[in-house]
């Protein structure tokens, strides 16, 4: 097939008529598929590039340096996580060996005044950062990228969904995303059974920005019955619709399963994935007004999701 893309910014430029067509179409990628690659995004290449150079020189270290920035507790959500710590596919139920993978995660940069006590022990712990020169400025500099692009990708969803093009700005006024660097080691021997490099799951949240490796396999989407890869290019995004969106479009859109797949003789490969996560206390209530979800917060969602994938 050939894989969906959108341009956000020819978008965010284009006259009505060639908006709307294509909010049209964007709406139909969600609906169809859930993932499409995005380009036209904007971000400056300069801050991937730096985030990019400062999660490789945190992998290449030895085991003792990464673990000095393991979390302190199991379900600390930040930190580094081993080889052993996770098991994607847990996530929907089904038991398999751990993920061939390891990962650096932070949280939000700043608390707003009045975070509940409930919040502030989950999603507003403090950052573990690693002490590495740069690290923690290359990597603010990413998240707030991020940040800012959720924010134009969920205005475009809106339009999208023929609401008002500032509908979702009052759930993301504080929004609890995550920023996760992974990092596959190389495979010799073949896996496990049942084990991947990311096990099949989808995503918890509103929307997914993921970067893989430019040139780099493996990510695959389930379609049909059967797995598409993804593909992988210079200067692009790969957006996912999460389970927090489906539940809010009262499955108009899909949270597609996905996976990344392991094999014997693979080269290492990197990728960031920022998870974008309305307000804690957000009121995700299906946009239809029909009774196919109950309402959840975001907050309390998202910690029950992340608590079902420890090893």
Same mark, same amino acid.
Request: proline share 9%; charged share 20%; aromatic share 10%.
């Given at each position: 097939?050939s894989?969906p893309?959108f341009? *956000?910014?020819?978008?965010?430029t284009?006259?009505q ?6 909010a049209?179409r964007?709406d139909r990628?969600c609906?169809?598929?859930?993932f ?5 995004h904007?971000?400056?290449a300069?801050? +991937?590039?730096?985030v ?7 992998? #290449?270290?030895?085991a @003792? !340096?990464?673990?000095?920035v @393991? ?5 600390y ?7 052993d710590?996770e #098991? *994607? &596919?847990?996530s929907?139920g089904?038991?398999t060996?751990? %993920? *061939? ?5 932070? /949280?939000? *940069?700043v608390?707003?005044d009045?975070?509940?006590?409930? @919040?502030? !022990? ?9 002490d590495?020169?740069?690290f923690?400025t290359a990597w603010e500099a990413y998240?707030?990228?991020m940040?800012d692009?959720a !924010?134009?990708l ?14 979702f700005?009052?759930?993301i ?5 995550a920023?996760r660097?992974?990092h596959y080691? &190389?495979t010799?021997? #073949?896996? $496990?059974?049942?084990q991947q490099?990311a ?7 509103s929307?997914?920005? $993921?970067l ?5 396999a493996?990510?695959? +989407?389930?379609?049909?019955g059967?797995w598409v890869d +993804?593909p992988?290019?210079? /200067?692009?995004?790969?957006?996912n619709i999460?389970?927090?969106? #489906?539940r809010?479009?009262?499955?108009r859109?899909v949270?597609?399963l996905?996976?990344v ?7 290492a490969?990197?990728s960031?994935?920022f ?5 804690w %206390? !957000? ?8 009774d196919?979800?109950p309402s959840?917060?975001?907050g309390?969602y998202l910690?029950?999701?992340?608590q079902?994938?420890?090893?």
């Open positions: 097939m894989f893309s341009d *956000l910014s020819a978008f965010e284009a006259h008529d060639a908006r709307h067509d294509m049209t964007l990628i609906r169809d598929t859930g499409l690659v995005l380009k036209g904007g971000v400056d300069r801050i +991937v590039d730096d990019w150079r400062a999660a490789a020189v945190f992998f #290449a270290q030895d @003792a !340096a990464k673990q000095a @393991a979390p302190p507790y199991q379900g959500p930040y930190g580094y996580l081993g080889s710590a #098991a *994607l &596919a847990r929907k089904e038991d060996p751990p %993920d *061939l993978k390891e990962s650096f995660n932070s /949280g939000p *940069l608390v707003p009045g975070a509940s006590a409930e @919040a502030r !022990a989950f999603c507003y712990q403090p950052t573990l950062w690693p590495l020169p740069g923690r998240y707030t990228a940040e692009l !924010a134009r969920m205005r475009a969803f809106a339009v999208a969904l023929r609401l008002p093009e500032d509908h700005a009052p759930f006024s504080h929004p609890i995303s920023l660097a992974v080691p &190389a010799v021997d #073949a896996p $496990l059974d049942k490099r096990g099949a799951h989808t995503d918890y949240g929307l997914t920005i $993921l893989p490796q430019p040139g780099s493996g990510l695959q +989407v389930q379609q049909g059967g +993804v992988a290019l210079e /200067g692009a995004f790969v957006i999460g389970d927090l969106m #489906a809010w479009t009262a499955d859109w949270s597609t996905h996976r797949v392991a094999k014997s003789g693979q080269p490969r990197q960031l994935a998870f974008h996560q309305p307000d %206390d !957000a009121e995700i209530v299906p946009l239809d007004g029909s196919a979800y959840v917060r975001s309390p910690m029950a999701k992340f079902a994938t420890g090893v």
